[in-house]
C-alpha cells in the first residue's frame, strides 16, 4: 500500500509564496513519475508540475516560472515550491505518483496513487 500524504497548503496574499510537500510511503515501484494536479470548485483536475525518475520536469504554461517542482529520493518527499502566486492560484493541490511513465505523460490524469490534497487559497 503506498500512502501520499500533502502539507504546506494555506492561505497567502497575491504575490506571496507557498512550498507544499508531499511524503511518500509503502512498498512498491511509485517514484518513477510523481506530479502535482490542482482542481479548483467547479473545475476539472489539471496537471501543474511533474518530475520523471529521469529528473525532466514538465509544468502547465499557467505556473511557467512561478513553480519548481523538485524531489528528495532520500526523504521520498515531493515538492512544489509556488512564488508569485495568484488567486487563479487558488485550488486544492494533490500529489500523485505511478510505477511507471513517460515524461511526456507527466501531466496526465494517469496516476496510480493520490494523496488526499492539500488546500491554497489566494486572496487578492
Known amino acids: 500500500q503506498v500512502q501520499l500524504v500533502e502539507s504546506g497548503g494555506g492561505s497567502v496574499q497575491a504575490g506571496g509564496s507557498l512550498r507544499l510537500s508531499c511524503a511518500a510511503s509503502?512498498?512498491?515501484?511509485?517514484?518513477?513519475?510523481m506530479a502535482w494536479f490542482r482542481q479548483a470548485p467547479g473545475k476539472e483536475r489539471e496537471g501543474v508540475a511533474g518530475i520523471h525518475k529521469s529528473g525532466a520536469t514538465r509544468y502547465t504554461d499557467s505556473v511557467k516560472g512561478r513553480f519548481t517542482i523538485s524531489k528528495d529520493s532520500a526523504k521520498n518527499t515531493l515538492y512544489l515550491q509556488m512564488d508569485s502566486l495568484k488567486p487563479e492560484d487558488t485550488a486544492m493541490y494533490y500529489c500523485a505518483a505511478v510505477g511507471f511513465c513517460n515524461s511526456w505523460q507527466l501531466l496526465f490524469k494517469t496516476y496510480d496513487y493520490w494523496g488526499q490534497g492539500t488546500q491554497v487559497t489566494v486572496s487578492s
Open positions: 509503502g512498498y512498491g515501484n511509485y517514484n518513477y513519475c
